[in-house]
């Protein structure tokens, strides 16, 4: 167990929808970094906040946007859901330039 | 920005022998170098991990090994066990710049008891 906690394990939703995904970091961890993972692919990285604030973006889609609260949990919102945004979605924490610890992962199912 | 190459892409062993996982990086600057394992359904696991001031680290039958002159890393995995099954990524960072991780595609490690 790696101290990272995420939910939910498993959502189901139809095209165009909306969902959220929900991360909280190990504690004491400032870092907090969001991970799409489609059917055997690897580990792409869609953003990163610090204490709060948005620290680097990677391969992250306009109809995705994150934010990080005062008590460091994340929330991932995914909009008007397609087809190819099924996928494992991975948060993953770290003390500041430390390594990152991941979550057990979202798995989401967009029919 | 870096690019991370891993191979191979399937690795398949008997019990007991050695695996090796080879991964190169293009950013000179890149200093930590960190492996997970990842088990069908669950999150990536850190297993072990290299910094560039350092040519070799091992944990048990877990080894990695670094060459910042050729800008590669390997993942040794000796006396295999049918529970190391699982795939692999390597990784690539420069810390203390906002600990970006730039992940290799996976290795996908089979071993046959």
Known sequence: DSG?????????????????????PRSGDLSVYWYQQSLDQ?????????????????????????????DLHSEL???????GDSALYFCAS???????YFGPGTRLLVL | GENVEQHPSTLSVQEGDSAVIKCTYSDSASNYFPWYKQELGKGPQLIIDIRSNVGEKKDQRIAVTLNKTAKHFSLHITETQPEDSAVYFCAASIVNT????????????TVIP
Do not use: D, M, W
């Open chain 2, 98 to 109: 906002g600990n970006q991780f730039y992940f290799g595609t996976g290795t996908s490690l």
């Open chain 1, 77 to 83: 919102n995914l909009s008007s859901l397609e087809l």
């Open chain 1, 42 to 70: 690897g580990l792409q990285f869609l953003i990163q906040y610090y204490n709060g604030e948005e620290r680097a973006k990677g391969n992250i889609l306009e109809r995705f946007s994150a934010q990080q609260f005062p």
């Open chain 1, 94 to 100: 770290s003390v500041p330039f430390e390594t990152q």
């Open chain 1, 4 to 24: 990272v906690t995420q939910t939910p394990k498993h959502l189901i939703t139809a095209t165009g929808q909306r969902v959220t995904l929900r991360c909280s």
